[in-house]
């Protein structure tokens, strides 16, 4: 999973560089396919198929730009310009285990507010993955996502949600971004691997899906951010996958 973790932030730091005004959604799309190949990895999200969709996901990366909230689709048409923020989120299997992280990343200069929301939700993050040791509960971490988040005048998108991940790409607990008590709220113990991935949104929570049946937006019109890390849960404490 180390393995998976690593190819995922190295493909997203090229990506993140990559973004500038005039470049689309298809072009970062195009460059992580090439990417993912090369590695001799697979991509996780490509052909992953969901329910509530009624189809097969088919790109190898989900880019929500401004107000879309997660599963955005690349697309040529989808040009990137100065101020905008784009989330990029993208998944790997390698060897048969699976790498998930998503960073949202500035075009340009961006306005103060979007800086700060970018900022608080990178910040709940990080909090959040220090609580991911032995011992603790689930809601331990649901709970510090959601009381940074709130504390900042920002609101937590309840209908998505981070995963466990190992052999597959989505696997049990499923972790909330903020504590819901008809959740189940299991004790962390060691071994256990989370993708814990705050979606935060400027004004209201409230999110809704695209006629293209994948693009979550917000109701409001107002932006949203996303970060995401796989963590594993060892005896010396969070051990972060997805980063160096």
Not at 58 to 77: A, K
Not at 198 to 220: C, F, H, I, Y
Request: hydrophobic share 35%; net charge neutral; proline share 6%.
């Amino acid at each position: 999973m180390r393995k998976s973790g690593l190819l995922v932030y190295e493909i997203l730091q090229n990506l993140a560089a990559m973004v500038k005004e005039g470049v689309t959604t298809q072009d970062l799309e195009n460059a992580a396919e090439r990417m993912i190949r090369d590695a001799g990895a697979r991509p996780a999200f490509k052909g992953y198929y969901v329910p509530a969709a009624g189809k097969r996901y088919p790109y190898v990366l989900c880019t929500s730009v401004n107000d879309e909230i997660v599963h955005g689709m690349p697309s040529s048409r989808r040009v990137l310009k100065k101020g905008d923020i784009v989330s990029i989120d993208t998944g790997v299997e390698l060897n048969g285990y699976f790498g998930d992280s998503a960073v949202t990343v500035p075009v340009g200069e961006i306005s103060e507010s979007l800086q700060r929301l970018l900022r608080v939700t990178q910040e709940s993050l990080e909090l959040a993955i220090q609580q991911a040791r032995p011992g603790n509960r689930l809601f331990d971490i649901c709970g510090t996502v959601e009381r940074h988040v709130t504390q900042n005048g920002f609101s937590v998108v309840r209908e998505y949600v981070g995963h466990g991940i190992g052999t597959k790409l989505h696997e049990e607990p499923q972790v909330p971004n903020y504590v819901d008590r008809s959740h189940e709220n299991p004790r962390l113990k060691e071994g256990m691997v989370l993708a814990i991935e705050p979606m935060v949104n400027e004004g209201k929570p409230d999110s809704k899906v695209l006629p293209d049946r994948w693009t979550a937006v917000t109701v409001d019109g107002k932006c949203s951010a996303h970060f995401e890390h796989v963590v594993a849960i060892t005896a010396n404490g969070p051990w972060v996958l997805t980063r160096p």
